[in-house]
């Protein structure tokens, strides 16, 4: 019912930025909000921020707050994830999530879809 797909990571020196785009395509329209996950190696896949589609309601991990900002464009069914400052241990798959129900953002069981994950390495 809904595909998404990850785009914009690749390789940065660290203190660069990167921007992330999910697009979007299915039956988006009814659904709640739209998530960034990352996994490191060897590490659980952990939640990043969100956007809910309906409204301007954003929330991020304590830890990323005021270095990574979430934002969305309805129209082209696309969120970004805009990060800047990047230091090493922000190297991982970013995945993009969708949610479909009103409820908890930060975990990733709460999630309904998930797109491939794009890779982001950040060089020291």
């Known amino acids: 019912q809904v595909q998404l797909v990850e785009s914009g990571g690749g390789l940065v020196q660290a203190g660069g930025s990167l921007r992330l785009s999910c697009a979007a395509s299915?039956?988006?329209?009814?659904?709640?909000?739209m998530g960034w996950f990352r996994q490191a190696p060897g590490k659980e896949r952990e939640f990043v921020a969100a956007?809910?589609?309906?409204?301007?309601?954003?929330y991020y991990a304590d830890s990323l707050k005021g270095r990574f900002t979430i934002s969305r464009d309805n129209a082209k069914n696309t969120v970004y994830l805009q990060m800047n400052s990047l230091k090493p241990e922000d190297t991982a798959v970013f995945y993009c999530?969708?949610?479909?129900?009103?409820?908890?953002?930060?975990?990733?069981?709460?999630?309904?879809?998930w797109g491939q994950g794009t890779q982001v390495t950040v060089s020291s």
């Open positions: 299915g039956r988006t329209f009814d659904s709640y909000a």
């Open positions: 999530a969708l949610k479909q129900r009103v409820g908890g953002l930060k975990s990733r069981y709460a999630y309904d879809y």
């Open positions: 956007i809910t589609l309906s409204g301007d309601y954003t």
